[in-house]
C-alpha cells in the first residue's frame, strides 16, 4: 500500500477537442441561439433516436419547463421517488403543485412500481421516475399504470445517458426525458440539459417556454427586435459555448460508456464474495441496458455507523467516493417541515448505508484493481 495515486470519484474528461470548439465560439459573433446548439440537439436526438431534443441550461430546467408547460399548479400532484436527487421533486414543487412521494425497491434502488396506486388521488397528473444510477425503470409497467389514470410520464434521465429499455433509450419509453450535463455525469457541458421527446406540440411549447414565451425565435424574426410575447417562460437557454462542449463530448460517448461497463464488470468481479456489503445489481441483458453511472455497495447494518470511517480510511488511500442520495428526499429538511415526516424506509436504508464507488471513464484496469484492492483492505481491518 505505497502507492498513492489519487482516484476520484468522477472527473470531467475535457479534451483539446473541447478547448478548441470552446475557443472557436468564442472567437466568432453568435454567443447564444446559434448553430451549436441545434448541432448539438440533433446529435443528441441522432444518439437516443428521439424525435425531438430540446437543449436546455440544466436537467432541473427541463423538469420544471416540462411541467410548466404542462400547466401544473397548486391542486395538482405528481408521483416522485423518495430515492432521487432532490431536482427530481423541486421540478415539481417549482410549479406549486405538490411532490407526492413514493418508496424505492430494495433491490435496484428504483421507485416502488408496486406502490404506486396506492399514492394516486384524483389530483394526480403524473409520474416522475428516476433511472437510478442508471439502471432502467421497468418502464412497461409503469406505462400500464400510467395509461389507466391517463398520467403524464416525467423521466429524469439525468443518470442515464445510454441506458435503454427494450431497446428504447431511456427518456423516450414515458412522455419526456431530461438529462443533465452536470460535470460527474456521463458527459458534461459544465452545466446544461436535455430534453427529448416524441410530441412535436410540446416540444414546440418548450421552445417558447425556455426563451421567455418570445413567439419567434431569433432567425424567424423578419425585423430584427421585433416579436411578441403569447405565454410566461424561464430563460432556460442552454448558450453555444456550453453547446459547442457538448457536441464534442457527444462524440466520445461510445467510448466513455463502454469504458464505464468494463470498470462495473471489473470491479463487480473482485469485489463478489467480500463480507461487509452487498453490490446494487445492475442487469446487463437485452432488456435493461444500465449506463453504469457507478457502483453502489450497500453496507450490513453493522457496519452502517462505520460508514464515515470506511469514506475516510478510503479517501486515505487516495479513493474517492460519494453518497447516492444523502437523505431520502422527503426527509431532506424543506420538505419535512412542509409535507411532515413520510415512511419510506427501502430509501432510507439505501441512504444510510450506501458507499458509491467511482467505475467512470476516467479510470483504467490498473485503477479499477487499485479500488478493489484498498476497499478489500478497509473491509478487513473493520
Ligand atoms: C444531477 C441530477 C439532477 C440535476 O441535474 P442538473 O443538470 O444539475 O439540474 C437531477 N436529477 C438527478 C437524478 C440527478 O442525479
Redesign the pocket.
Known amino acids: 500500500m505505497t502507492e498513492k495515486k489519487h482516484i476520484p470519484f468522477g472527473k470531467p474528461l475535457i479534451g483539446k477537442e473541447e478547448k478548441k470548439a470552446v475557443e472557436k465560439v468564442l472567437s466568432g459573433p453568435i454567443l447564444v441561439h446559434g448553430p451549436e446548439s441545434e448541432n448539438f440537439e440533433n446529435s443528441f436526438a441522432t444518439f437516443t433516436k428521439a424525435p425531438h431534443a430540446v437543449s436546455v441550461s ?6 420544471h419547463l416540462i411541467y410548466h408547460a404542462l400547466g401544473f399548479g397548486q391542486g395538482d400532484e405528481v408521483i416522485v421517488p423518495s430515492q ?2 432532490v ?2 421533486a423541486h421540478a415539481v414543487e417549482l410549479t406549486g403543485a405538490r411532490p407526492v412521494f413514493v418508496d424505492a425497491e430494495s433491490t435496484t434502488g428504483n421507485i416502488d412500481i408496486a406502490a404506486i396506486e396506492a399514492a394516486i388521488t384524483s389530483k394526480t397528473r403524473a409520474i416522475a421516475v ?1 433511472h ?1 444510477l442508471g439502471v432502467p425503470v421497468n418502464m412497461d409497467q409503469i406505462s400500464n399504470i400510467a395509461k389507466k389514470y391517463s398520467l403524464f410520464v416525467l423521466e ?1 434521465c ?2 442515464s445517458v445510454g441506458a435503454s429499455f427494450n431497446g428504447i433509450h431511456t427518456g423516450l419509453l414515458g412522455d419526456a426525458g ?5 460535470p ?2 456521463h458527459i458534461t457541458t459544465a ?3 436535455m430534453v427529448i421527446l416524441k410530441d412535436k406540440s410540446l416540444a414546440e411549447k418548450i421552445r417558447l417556454l425556455k426563451a421567455f414565451g418570445v413567439n419567434r425565435s431569433h432567425g424567424e424574426r423578419k425585423i430584427p427586435g421585433e416579436y411578441d410575447v403569447t405565454s410566461l417562460g424561464y430563460n432556460y437557454r442552454m448558450s453555444e459555448i456550453h453547446a459547442a462542449i457538448g457536441i464534442e463530448q457527444m462524440k466520445k460517448i461510445p467510448t466513455f460508456l463502454q469504458k464505464r461497463k468494463e470498470n462495473f464488470i471489473a470491479l463487480e468481479a473482485s469485489l463478489s464474495g467480500l463480507d461487509g456489503f452487498r453490490i446494487l445489481p445492475q442487469p446487463i441483458n437485452e432488456t435493461r441496458i444500465s449506463s453504469h453511472y457507478c457502483m453502489g455497495i450497500l453496507l450490513e447494518s453493522k457496519l452502517i455507523d462505520k460508514r464515515p470511517e470506511i469514506m475516510n480510511r478510503l479517501k486515505s488511500m487516495g479513493i474517492g467516493t460519494s453518497i ?2 444523502p437523505h431520502p428526499v422527503p426527509h431532506m429538511s424543506y420538505y419535512k417541515e412542509k409535507y411532515g415526516a413520510l415512511q419510506c424506509p427501502n430509501a432510507e436504508l439505501i441512504s444510510n448505508s450506501i458507499i458509491a464507488l467511482p467505475v467512470g471513464p476516467h479510470l483504467n484496469n490498473l485503477d479499477m484493481e487499485t479500488i478493489a484492492k484498498r476497499i478489500c483492505y478497509v473491509f478487513s481491518e473493520l
Open positions: 440544466s436537467c432541473t430546467a427541463g423538469m432521487t436527487h431536482a427530481t428516476v437510478y429524469d439525468a443518470l431530461c438529462f443533465s450535463f452536470y460527474v455525469k452545466e446544461g440539459g447516492y442520495y
